[in-house]
């Protein structure tokens, strides 16, 4: 049973960085890709990034340029960079692939 977690959310002021991290077990991690999602309040879930098995990435233009997202494959863990961060960046932050999601991760964008 293929499991995420995240990790790495917190509190930080407009401008500052946070990198987020997921750990995912119970799969073979490095044939698959995987996404970023986030959720802010009473707003449906947005997909925010994408990252194939060879390290590409993708990102939805609110994040492009700001946010990078990597992985290791070694250690089955993904990370989300998020640099200049805004306050609409705030939500609850999800890993998912394989079917399967993490239970997320807040982060909270404020002055």
């Known amino acids: 049973q293929v499991q995420l977690a995240e990790s790495g959310g917190g509190q930080v002021q407009p401008g500052e960085s946070l990198k987020l991290s997921c750990v995912v077990s119970?799969?073979?991690?490095?044939?698959?890709?995987y996404h970023w999602y986030r959720q802010a309040p009473e707003k449906e879930r947005e997909f925010v990034a994408r990252i194939s098995p060879n390290g590409r990435a993708n990102y939805i233009p609110a994040v492009q340029g700001r946010f990078i997202a990597t992985r290791d494959n070694a250690k089955k863990t993904l990370y989300l960079q998020m640099n200049s961060l805004k306050s609409e960046d705030s939500g609850i932050y999800y890993c998912?692939?394989?079917?399967?999601w993490g239970p997320g991760t807040q982060v909270t964008v404020s002055s």
């Open positions: 119970g799969s073979s991690f490095s044939p698959n890709f």
């Open positions: 998912q692939g394989e079917n399967s």
